[in-house]
């Protein structure tokens, strides 16, 4: 499935990278926002210590990072889309306003479709808090002026999706 989802990732625009651990790939990730005002969603404690020492901004001042950095819950192999948990307001906004999203997913999380999808849409949805679910297929693109295709007005005109196959 890994195949599936990282062809039908780039179709749509997306760079994807495969690494064998964890500790690889928040290397690459680490290099990509080395010197770069960052904004993350919410990571995994490992990850998060592991990326100590890059320069994250703070929640007020979002709109100022090159690079955002999440976590995907679950990959889409049909589509290429990523499905995120995003209930914080900044990881939201990690997303959505630097030029370049970084996301990390696990290859254990990829499922053939977006039926397969459905008891896990089930059990982030059914927490006592609010959930905020956000399916990403690809860079930001539009084309309602004219008809032409623009990348990156409505969000990220990079989008680099990091596969971790171990651990």
Known sequence: MVEQFTTAAEAVGAEVKRFPTMSDAVAALRSHAAGRPAAASALPDRVRSEL????????????TAEVGISFAQAGIAQTGSLLLELSDPLGRSA?????????????SAI?????????????LLSTPDAAYLSLITGPSRTADIERVLTIGVHGPKELRIMIVEGE
């Open 52 to 63: 100590a020492g890059l320069a994250f901004v703070s929640a007020d001042a979002g709109e």
């Open 95 to 107: 997303t959505a306003l630097p030029p370049v999203h970084l996301v990390l997913l696990p290859a």
């Open 111 to 123: 499922v053939a479709d977006l039926a397969a999808l459905g008891s896990t849409l089930h059990d």
